[in-house]
Structures are given as C-alpha cells and as structure tokens.
C-alpha cells in the first residue's frame, strides 16, 4: 500500500466518522424535542394530580412540583444539548483536518468556527431552552397572581 492509497484510506475513514457523528448529533436532536414534550405532558400531569389532591384548589404544591419537574428535564435537555456541541466540535476538527486545517466557512451544513469549545453555561443558557424559562415564568407569573389574592 502506498502513501497514496492510505490518504485515501484515512480520509474515507474521516468522512465516514463525520457520518456517524452526524447521525448521533440528529439522534441528540431527537432527544431533546422528545424530551420537552414529555416534559409539558408530565407539567400537565403534575398539576392535575395536585389539583385532584387539593380538592380542586391550587396549593404551592402545585408552583413547587411544576418547578422540580422543569428543573429535572431542563438538567437533561442540557446534557443533551452540551454532547451535541461537543460531537459538532470534533465534526468540525474533521472537517478542518481533512481541508488541511484551513478554516471553513461553511461545510456539510454547519458553520465552523476557529475554535468552539463546548461548555455546561451554554448548555444550560442558549435559544433552544426557551421553553424551560417561558415555563419558569409561567408558572412564577402565577404564583405571584396567587399570593396576591386574584385567584
């Protein structure tokens, strides 16, 4: 074998990891749309079970079980959301390593940076976990109609 043919055998071998990186990535992807839906429908759940409980009365059991369950799922999602980032920074290093380390604007439907770098911050504060602080709010908006009294 010469050094050709192991070119070729390393970069077929790159691009096929790039496919298996993307098809986890979509995979992650999935997850974090299922998991915002489970969570809404246990929301649901949740606060009719504590109404039942409460004879139809809304109790702060109701503020605090909503607030553990988004909690519980946004920490997932979040975890999700971060090993995505990290399998696009090595696609991305892929990538670059198989242009000769030059850096690309635009390739294989994702923009690259120079250097991303994934972090547990931008986990847990970025676009797609809008639904968990809408949630948040939601349900504080509502405790606060509550103390008040308009309720």
């Known amino acids: 074998m010469d050094i050709k043919d192991l070119e070729k055998l390393k970069e077929t071998l790159k691009l096929k990891e790039i496919d298996q990186l993307d098809a986890a990535i979509l ?25 039942k409980i409460t004879n139809d009365e809304i109790d702060y059991a109701l503020y605090v079980g909503s607030i553990v369950t988004l909690i519980f799922f946004w920490i997932i999602d979040s975890n999700s959301y971060y090993y995505q980032r990290k399998l696009r920074i090595r696609m991305t290093e892929i990538v670059n390593d198989l242009r000769g380390n030059e850096l690309i604007s635009d ?39 509550d103390l008040i009294g308009w309720i």
Request: net charge positive; hydrophobic share 50%; glycine share 6%.
């Open 107 to 145: 390739g294989y439907g994702m923009p690259l940076k120079k250097k991303e770098k994934a972090s547990w911050s931008k986990a847990f504060f970025n676009s797609s976990q809008v639904f968990y602080y809408l949630g948040f709010l939601i349900i504080i908006l509502v405790a606060l109609v």
């Open 27 to 51: 995979q992650f992807s999935k997850n974090t749309l299922a998991t915002k839906r489970i969570c809404a429908t246990l929301l649901i759940g949740v606060s009719t079970i504590v109404l």
